[in-house]
């Protein structure tokens, strides 16, 4: 459907943070999870972080304890609290929904995190 809005990246040190934001259009309902995803120089787009309806999250191992999924209460907003980065979270950022069992193919344009060392 509509294509979310991704901001927030940008350059940091690592150890630094960042806030991402990812916007839905308020015409999607029903979404029952939200995930945000990256994609690194020269590799394929992964899975970071997720979150369902119900408020369970899940991480990508390499960024347990660093990174937080959150989302408002209709879903329209989700973020992702990254805290201590490192050059390797450097990549672009997406995120994406789920209504019932099908992941949107809508992407957005990302926004691009980048941690220098």
């Known amino acids: 459907q509509v294509q979310p809005v991704e901001s927030g990246g940008g350059l940091v040190q690592a150890g630094g943070s960042l806030r991402l934001s990812c916007v839905f259009s308020?015409?999607?309902?029903?979404?029952?999870?939200w995930g945000w995803y990256r994609q690194g120089p020269g590799k394929e787009r992964e899975w970071v972080a997720g979150i369902t309806s119900g408020g369970t999250t899940n991480y990508q191992d390499s960024v347990k304890g660093r990174f937080t999924i959150s989302r408002d209460k209709a879903g329209n907003t989700v973020w992702l609290q990254m805290n201590n980065l490192k050059p390797e979270d450097t990549a672009v950022y997406y995120c994406n929904a789920r209504r019932g069992s099908v992941w949107s193919n809508s992407w957005g344009q990302g926004t691009q995190v980048t941690v220098s060392s």
């Open positions: 308020k015409s999607i309902y029903s979404a029952n999870a």
